[in-house]
Each structure stands twice: as structure tokens, then as C-alpha cells.
């Protein structure tokens, strides 16, 4: 009989392995008790299958790893600086490269720069820091994300697109108030899904007109891309390096973590095209990150972050990487398991309030799951949902959103199919447990960014 299907492996043998623990159930109830619920405060050692983050969690290369002897730690000046600037300038076109240490120090920094006290910014759908930075510049976040993003089980091929509608209405309703629109490819909180080539364009004509800019949050561009190439019309063969650079050019200049598709431990930047917006930035980043040619970062780290690029860009690389979270998810759907559809390009989303309805969301139900998820097997999930969307900063009353989420998220290059087999069996268990799994209350809430260090107790 013919094969119905060939597999396909991963573009990559391993040169170095690094051992993780097995934990008994009554190690990880310990564990879990002591981080008060919140994975975030869990010890790495404790944990089996870390799928917290993508962030800076990404297996280097071996040419990434012989790129760090080659560090250049000069103060000021250093060989790999230029590299960067390079890679920046070629992959994705910006005139002007400004490192940070992060993704966030590149939010701060042009949100310091660019927004003014009454400032509104609209975005396709709102990220943990990058609106916390709007906000502390003294700006209002408007998410302006076509409906379907916030319905989980929506098929939308596109659901990182804009409203265009609310768009217009928001830039015309606010003259001269918007300093730019927050465009992210791919769009994390909707559970990594895509922006259209199309829909970026028709928000460029829009930018256009009421003469301001849109700011890139590049983060997961590569992933964006690979989603273009399968699903938009036109865009079919075509390299992720040529996806990448024409959304690039729809925008005025991005934030970028390379600790996501760069494929580094460490490390950010901000990309712009307009002159006069660099020096402002280039001047403050020496108060906030370091000299304008290290911004926070090591010379290896820069030189690895200039690799990565490169490596990110290729088609092999992204087909695996958003592949293996394809077959994750297409596991749990196979069971029957509610995540957000379709699958994202970085992590499967467990929808949490269908996962768990005897739950109110006023219990954090997707903070209860994840704790659940990492008691049954050591697999470390997180949360986004209520705790994550935290407070409205004017009224200070919490934000409960539709989407009530846990995300299982992939690390690039660094877990196996055997891993995600387990991952996949650890939530069916959890799922066929459900109704034991009871909601938590919060014992512990910090101000800024609650969901990384809060702490929860469950309730009887
Ligand atoms: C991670 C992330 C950031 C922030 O980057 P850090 O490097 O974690 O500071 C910003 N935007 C998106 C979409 C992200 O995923």
C-alpha cells in the first residue's frame, strides 16, 4: 500500500544535550505550593517540559555558538554592532538600528519618544509590556484587532488583521493624536496569529492619510511570514526572507526581542527609518540601556543576535519550527481538546473557559490549569487570561478578557516530537481530571505586570 504521507524531520542533529529532571507528584505538589500556583515562580530544576516561554529559551546554532568567540567588548565601537546593524538593515530594511537589552527596552524607549501625555495608539490586539510602556508615557492603548480574534474557536485565516474600520474611525476621531499604530506580526495574546500582507497595506493607506506612522513589533515576523506563505493569496513560493521584507516596508520602524525568532538568549532592538526620531532615541539610550552601539547587550550577544536573523529567514528552519507546533495541536484537537484555532506559530492556546466552565473567571480559571497541567506532569505552561490583562490603570478595577487562555509554548529547536507526545498525553489526562481541578484565589498582587510574580492559593 502507498504511503498517504511522508514525514518530514527536523533540519538539525543535536551536538549537545543538556539533561532535565523527572519529578515524583509529591516533589512537584511541594513545588507548586511554595511558587504559589504561579508558574512563574516555579525553579527550573523542578521542571520536566519547560514550555513557560519562546522567549530567550531558543537552542543556538552551532554557528551562533563560534559567533560569541568572536565578541568584540569594546565599549564603544564594537565589530558586532556593525554585524547587527548589517543583519537588520538586510533582512528587514530600517535605516537606523538602536540595540536594547530586550524587547522592552525597545518598547520604553520609543514610547518615551514618540508618545505624549493623551496620546492614544491604537494596535491589532494589546501585548503585556508593549501597552504597559504606552501607558507609562502617558498614551491610551486601543485595540482595534478584527473581532474574530477574540473568539477562540473562529477559523479566520487572518486573525492578526485590523478592524480597518475602527482604525479610520479611532484616527479620525483623534487628529494629531495618534503617533503611530502598534502593528504586531504575529500577534502573541490572539495566540499567534498572522497579520495579511493586505490588511497591513490597507492600514499603511490609512497611516498614510492621517499622517502618521505604524511601529513594527517584529517579534515573531518570521512566523508571520511562513503563515502568509501558506495561507495569502500571492504569496505561495515565495521565500519567508521576501514575506519578511515586504512587511517590514509597509512600516515606519519596529521593536524587535530577539530573544524570539532571532533565535538568541538575549538581546533587542529598535529599527527607524526617520532621522530625526533615531537621534532622540540614540540619545536617550544611553541613559536607559548602554551606548548607542551596545544598548544593554555583550559584543558575543550582538553577533549572536546577527546570526540568528539570518537563520530565522530560512524556509527549512520556519516550516519546522511552526510545524512542530502543528503537531502538537493537531493532537489535542484529534481529542477533542478546546485550544484556539487556528493553530498559532509559536505555542497551542488551552481555552481555559472551555476547558474548565465550573470555574468563574473571577477564580482564574487559566492560572488554575496550568498549575494543574505542571502537578500532573512537570510540563510548565502559563497563563493568559485575567491575571495577565491585570487592572484598568484609571479605575483599577481588573480586566476580564474573552480570551482566558493557558500556552503551551514552543521553544525553537530545543524539545523533540517525543516531548510534545508527552506534553499532548500530560493535558488529555488533565482534561479527563477536569472537574477536580478547583479555581484559585490571589493572595498576593504585585503593581506592575502581576501575572510574573503573584501569588495564588486554591479554593475549597
Ligand atoms: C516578548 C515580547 C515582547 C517583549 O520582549 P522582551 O524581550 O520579553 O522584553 C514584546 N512583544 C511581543 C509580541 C513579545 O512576544
Given at each position: ?66 559567533g ?10 564594537s ?30 524607549l ?43 474557536a ?78 495569502e493569496?500571492?504569496?505561495k ?74 537563520e ?50 473571577s ?64 493535558v ?12 484559585l ?20
Open positions: 500500500m502507498p504511503l498517504t504521507r511522508r514525514s518530514w524531520a527536523e533540519p538539525f542533529k543535536i551536538k549537545v544535550v543538556e539533561p532535565v529532571r523527572l519529578t515524583t507528584p509529591e516533589q512537584r505538589a511541594k513545588a507548586l505550593e511554595a511558587a504559589g500556583y504561579n508558574t512563574f515562580l516555579l525553579r527550573s530544576r523542578d521542571v520536566y517540559i519547560d514550555l513557560l516561554t519562546d522567549s530567550g529559551t531558543s537552542a543556538m546554532s552551532d554557528r551562533q555558538w563560534a560569541m568567540m568572536l565578541g568584540d567588548e569594546a565599549y564603544a565601537g565589530e558586532n554592532y556593525y554585524h547587527l546593524e548589517a543583519a537588520v538593515q538586510n533582512a528587514y530594511g530600517y535605516k537606523h538600528v538602536i540595540p536594547t537589552h530586550q524587547g522592552r527596552g525597545a518598547e520604553h520609543l514610547s518615551r519618544v514618540l508618545i505624549k501625555p493623551g496620546d492614544i495608539i491604537p494596535g491589532n490586539m494589546y501585548f503585556t509590556t508593549t501597552r504597559l510602556h504606552q501607558e507609562m508615557a502617558g498614551g491610551t492603548f486601543i485595540d482595534a484587532v478584527i473581532p474574530e480574534a477574540h473568539d477562540p473562529s477559523t479566520h485565516p487572518f486573525k492578526g488583521n485590523f478592524d480597518i474600520d475602527k482604525l479610520e474611525r479611532i484616527l479620525s476621531e483623534n487628529p494629531r493624536r495618534v503617533p503611530y499604530i502598534c502593528a504586531a506580526a504575529t500577534v502573541n495574546m490572539a495566540g499567534g496569529q498572522p497579520i495579511s500582507l493586505e490588511n497591513l497595506t490597507h492600514v499603511r493607506e490609512l497611516a498614510d492619510r492621517h499622517k502618521t506612522r505604524i511601529i513594527l513589533d517584529a517579534t515573531r515576523i518570521a512566523e508571520n511570514a511562513y503563515f502568509l506563505q501558506q495561507r493569496p500571492g504569496q513560493g515565495r521565500p519567508i526572507r521576501a514575506i519578511v521584507r515586504d512587511l517590514a516596508n509597509l512600516t515606519d520602524g519596529c521593536t524587535m526581542s530577539a530573544k524570539k525568532d532571532p533565535l538568541a538568549n538575549i538581546g533587542g532592538f529598535i529599527g527607524i527609518n526617520d532621522d530625526a526620531v533615531a537621534e532622540e532615541i540614540s540619545n536617550l539610550v544611553v541613559v536607559f540601556e548602554g551606548l548607542h552601539t551596545y544598548g544593554g547587550m555583550a559584543g558575543r550577544d550582538m553577533e549572536a543576535v546577527a546570526i540568528g536573523i539570518e530565522s529567514l530560512e524556509d527549512d528552519h520556519i516550516r519546522a519550527r511552526v510545524g512542530q507546533v502543528e503537531y502538537l495541536g493537531e493532537k489535542l484537537l484529534g481529542w477533542g481538546i478546546p485550544i484556539v484555532l487556528p493553530i498559532g506559530g509559536h505555542g497551542i492556546y488551552l481555552d481555559a473557559k472551555a476547558f474548565l466552565p465550573h470555574i468563574p473567571q477564580q482564574y480559571p487559566a492560572q488554575a490549569l496550568a498549575a494543574a497541567l505542571y502537578l500532573d506532569s512537570g510540563v510548565r505552561a502559563m497563563e493568559r487570561g485575567a491575571v495577565s490583562a491585570g487592572r484598568d490603570p484609571v479605575s483599577g478595577v481588573e480586566r476580564f478578557p474573552k480570551l482566558e487562555l493557558v500556552r503551551l509554548t514552543i521553544p525553537r529547536r530545543v524539545y523533540t516530537q517525543a516531548h510534545m507526545d508527552v506534553t499532548a498525553e500530560s488529555y489526562c488533565v482534561y479527563e481530571e477536569r472537574h477536580n481541578v478547583r479555581g484565589k490571589m493572595t498576593y498582587e504585585p503593581r506592575f505586570l502581576r501575572f510574573f510574580q503573584a501569588r495564588f492559593a486554591p479554593i475549597n
